[in-house]
């Protein structure tokens, strides 16, 4: 198994665009080495006569039947607003 290294660290957090303190990255290179040594064993198992599912629950999606209802009128939807513009809600972009 490849170790992740400090740099490894540091560019997945500048890919993320998270900022990491020096403790921050050494904690997550021995936690992310941890979980990958875990992933090295799982990965010995023999799994060939293992059948591939998706889910196991045997629950199927359950639906609800689509029913038109009266909406919101939208005088009332954008009663308690301050920012709102020719009928519509305005959000910063």
Do not use: C, W
């Amino acid at each position: 198994m490849k170790k992740l290294t400090q740099e490894d660290i540091k560019h997945t957090a500048f890919l993320a665009h998270i900022k990491l303190s020096k403790n921050d990255i050494e904690k997550y290179e021995k936690e992310l080495n941890s979980i990958l040594s875990y992933v090295d064993i799982l990965n010995e198992i023999d799994t060939s006569d293992v059948k591939e599912t998706s889910q196991v629950t045997d629950i199927s999606n359950r639906k609800r039947k689509d029913i038109d209802s009266s909406s919101l009128p939208q005088s009332e939807a954008l009663s308690n607003t301050k920012n709102k513009a020719r009928g519509y809600f305005v959000t910063k972009k």
